[in-house]
Nanobody, 120 residues
Framework: QVQLVESGGGLVQAGKSLRLSCAAS????????IGWWRQKAPYEREAIAC???????EYADSVKGRFTASKDNSENTVYLDIASVRPSDAGMYYC??????????????WGQGTPVTVSS
């Protein structure tokens, strides 16, 4: 059974850095891609990054520069680092698997999400 569990969200001050984690079980990051999505109510989830099994990472244009995705195969965990957090970064962050080229693939599996709230 595949399970994805996000953590690391919460209240963060604008300008600070934040690291989100997605711990996977039931699948191996050596074989599967995991991506990050963000949802700002009332809008749909938008894909922001995809970490492929090869280690290649693709980002949405909207987050290039301040967002860094990475993974640790030994921990079977994917990370999303956000530098200089802005109020516009607030939302619910989800990880999902798989993800694909151009970030258009809809995952079969989702985590429960972790909320990010930004104080100015």
């Amino acid at each position: 059974q595949v399970q994805l569990v996000e953590s690391g969200g919460g209240l963060v001050q604008a300008g600070k850095s934040l690291r989100l984690s997605c711990a996977a079980s039931g699948l191996s990051l050596e074989n599967y891609a995991i991506g990050w999505w963000r949802q700002k109510a009332p809008y749909e989830r938008e894909a922001i990054a995809c970490v492929r099994a090869s280690g290649e990472i693709e980002y949405a244009d909207s987050v290039k520069g301040r967002f860094t995705a990475s993974k640790d195969n030994s921990e079977n965990t994917v990370y999303l680092d956000i530098a200089s957090v802005r109020p516009s970064d607030a939302g619910m962050y989800y990880c999902g698997s798989p993800c694909g080229p151009e970030l258009i693939l809809i995952p079969d599996y989702w985590g429960q999400g972790t909320p990010v709230t930004v104080s100015s």
